[in-house]
């Protein structure tokens, strides 16, 4: 693998430089998410690395992204895929270090592309320095009031303090040495911060200010709608918690208050030029309380996750896009659009899936309904359908967000032994409660294949911490390159077209093209998308075809009426 410098990165293209002061840089950018561990490894010891990623920066300019977002690389004892982070303010050494983190910025920024880091203020590792002293320091100290830490029922205090499940399964409590319990949302090692405590914001604020001074351009907030927590002295059970509206006043969840700590972070975010950007990521019920993340005086953005967990049909679409373009509009955001990313199954297997209601579920529930890998699955038009929606997507006012592998089409990799797989979402359940969260997040963390063949599918000299399948040699970078039919060159003329063709963040329905199955419309400058959602093939709308998400069918005619817009497919035409 060749290491670049930044004086061997041209530009993506000439007006590359001239983005770097834009404040709204983030309003309409393809933002691609890199999983650190899993994209390219230049250490040759089987896990990616960020002189890995930045011998790719060629790769992410020519695909034609504006921005990449870096999942965790901090110090982490990877209890659960470095969101459990043991030191905000360094890198892992398996990952690199901090001159490997300024040479990547300095790469990216010299080919024209932004830099996102992902921040986990919701809850540290257990290695971090404070819940270790929290640890030594026993019950009441000063260091146990940056977690929460609460004495446990029972005669003895033997049982936790209330019944609650972590969001991976299992107990939410756990209990320490000298008999105290600590909560813990997530895994045993995701120790929850208390951010009632001061000391807990001021390091954040010194955190974002680390990083920003080392030329970050924003932040991926990880479960910002869980910090601020009321928990008062009387815990309800589990069964209470469930019931209660989360309306603002939910002990745990999407707290009013918790928009305090952003007001402050935006002013953190405003000392810089342009300002620090930051996306939420927010399960929230309504997408009226996740723009309340998105807000100007707050984070600035927040992750829509309705097209992730809608369904490939015309009507939930439109109604999505419709429903998030008019509260972007009311806020002074700007929409933000997803369909995978490091927690879900990959979207060209989700779209693979037997009909049933509900599908697809957004942790792979009906991935492992379906009977996992084998049983039930059509690939090929999970994939059609895939690229059909990444194109309508790509095509929409606002950001979206790119998860590594989705532009060769990569579908999830259910091919992992048990004893192989690292996720706590797997390994904290069995068969028996793993309905919610499936066979786990691995199978689309599995590193890169860019080559046919060779160690690794050339992720790497030394192999891959995760098993990759024999079919990945077809989904290569090298497979695909060149391949006018590939999803690899779909994204390409795709993501670069869509830097000429983005104006207004607005568009029209042409109702008079649109009907149950098909959706058509119109962005500034005669720029048109029109999806296919149907099985039956219908008349293609009038225009030069700019790019396909499937081969058209119909005669070539000079009218380009008698073409046909098939099933599953979308185009972009200009008219
Ligand atoms: C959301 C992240 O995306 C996920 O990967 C992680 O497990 C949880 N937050 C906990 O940090």
Known sequence: MTSQSAADIRPLDESAELLVDDPTWWRQAAVYQIYPRSFADASGDGIGDLRGITSRVPYLRDLGVDAVWLSPFYPSALADGGYDVDDYRDVDPRIGTLEDFDELSSVLHAAGLRLIVDLVPNHTGSG??????ALA??????????????????????????????????????????????????ATEQPDLNWADREVHEDFLTTLRFWSDRGVDGFRVDVAHALAKDLGEELPSAAELQAMPQ???????DRDEVHEIYAEWRRVFEEYSPPRTAVAEAWVGSAERRARYASPQGLGQAFNFDLLEADFDAADYRRIVTENLAQSAQTGSSSTWVFSNHDVVRHATRYGLPPRAGRPGKQGADWVAAGGPDEGIDRELGLRRARAATLFELALPGSAYLYQGEELGLHEVA?????????????????ETRSDDGLGRDGCRVPLPWARGGASFGF????????????????????????????????????????????????????????????VFERTGGWVCATNFGDEEVPLPAGEVLVASGELGGSEDAAGGARVLPGATTVWLRR
């Open 128 to 133: 971090h320095a404070w819940f270790q002293e």
């Open 137 to 186: 320091a026993g019950r009441g100290s000063r260091a146990r009031e940056r977690y929460i830490f609460r004495e446990g029922r029972g005669e003895h205090g033997e049982l936790p303090p209330a019944d609650w499940e972590s969001i991976f399964g299992g107990p939410a409590w756990t209990r320490v040495e000298d008999g105290q319990w600590y909560l813990h949302l997530f």
């Open 247 to 253: 309306d603002g006043r939910h002990p745990l969840w």
């Open 415 to 431: 091919e992992i032994p048990d004893d192989q797989r690292q996720d706590p979402a797997f390994l904290r359940t069995t068969p």
């Open 460 to 519: 790497g000299e030394g192999g891959s911490h995760l098993p990759q399948p024999s079919w990945f040699a077809d989904f290569s970078v090298e497979a695909e390159s060149d391949d006018p039919t590939s999803t690899l060159e779909m994204y390409r003329r795709a993501l670069h077209l869509r830097r000429e063709l983005h104006g207004a963040e607005t568009l029209t329905w042409d109702d008079a093209l649109s009907d149950g199955e098909v959706l």
